[in-house]
């Protein structure tokens, strides 16, 4: 037990400094291309974020304890909105562009409501994970598009001048972060794991709780390392772009190499939660389009109260 909690410290040291390496080059690129900063939080620091899930999931589908796959994804979702972007908005308020209301928010909540349809009869499969990952395809291409419409503005209104250089030092820290925040993630999710099985807690509140927050604590460290910086756009984009690649990367690709059954349990409490905490986005947004400390508690409300029912 204690070299389980010493782990669990160690591992949350590579997160802090994982956060930053991530946040800071991330943001350095995207100034120096003139990119939006929500689509590098949503592209490379959400992929970034996202993989600790992949890994978890990928691992326990083979195992057969598909509780813990599924109840991660679902789990690490609504972590992301009440906990993450709750805690993020609760110490720093966190404008939200017009666009990423109308474009990147329903796209995540048509991925959350996909899910749910394809876990209706029970499980995740081949075909399934296949639609997902088209999906994302989608998603990605709609994101080099932004990129490009973006560019093609700077330069009608005479800015491209305002780009810097992108230095390999940039990438670097970029390549150390994503490092960092794997090795600290899987160091603090086997930590917790092992104390929360000492502690005789089942598998599927393990999956919804210890495991898919210990798999959110990348985005939680770079969300809240880049609202601290003032990089809002990143820390919101991030979330969302995390809550999508968890969906149509994770088990998109997961189910491709294994099936995964989906316990009806989580169709009838957990999965409805997820889609609730998406959608709720919406009306906190609006009609500022922006989420002040005030909405970030009710967030965090929201999540600590989900959390009490489940062990309730």
């Not at 490379?44 to 991660?72: C, H, Q, R, Y």
């Not at 599927?204 to 390392?225: C, F, K, R, Y």
Request: proline letters at 3%; aromatic letters at 10%; charged letters at 10%.
């Amino acid at each position: 037990m204690l070299l389980a909690i010493l782990l669990f410290l160690l591992g949350l040291l590579l997160l802090y400094f994982g956060a930053d390496f991530l946040v800071s080059g991330s943001s350095r690129v995207a100034l120096a291309l003139g990119i939006r900063p929500i689509i590098v939080g949503m592209t490379v620091v959400a992929f970034a974020t996202s993989m600790p899930e992949f890994m978890v999931s990928l691992s326990a589908a083979i195992k057969g304890s598909s509780d813990i796959a599924a109840g991660n994804i679902i789990g690490s979702n609504i972590a992301n909105i009440g906990l993450i972007l709750g805690i993020s908005a609760l110490l720093f308020s966190i404008p939200v562009a017009k666009a990423t209301l109308t474009r990147e928010v329903p796209f995540m909540i048509f991925a959350s409501g996909l899910l749910y349809f394809f876990c209706l009869d029970g499980q995740l499969d081949f075909s399934n994970g296949l639609i997902l990952f088209c999906c994302l395809l989608i998603f990605l291409i709609y994101c080099l598009l932004s990129v490009r419409k973006h560019a093609a503005l700077r330069f009608a209104d005479g800015k491209e001048e305002a780009l810097g250089t992108v230095r390999i030092g940039d990438f670097l820290r970029i390549g150390g972060g994503i490092v960092g925040l794997g090795f600290g993630a899987e160091l603090m999710v086997r930590s917790a794991v092992t104390i929360a099985r000492a502690m005789g807690i089942t598998e599927l509140v393990i999956g919804m709780t210890v495991v898919a927050l210990g798999t959110s604590l990348p985005e939680l460290a770079a969300s809240l390392v880049s609202a601290w910086k003032g990089e809002t756009e990143i820390s919101i984009g991030n979330v969302i772009g995390s809550n999508i690649f968890n969906i149509l990367f994770v088990l998109g690709l997961c189910p491709m190499i294994h099936p995964i059954a989906v316990d009806s349990a989580i169709l009838r409490f957990e999965f409805p939660v997820m889609i609730l905490f998406s959608v709720a986005l919406v009306p906190l947004v609006l009609p500022k389009y922006s989420i002040s400390r005030i909405k970030g508690l009710i967030l965090l409300g929201g999540y600590v109260l989900f959390i009490g029912i489940l062990f309730i």
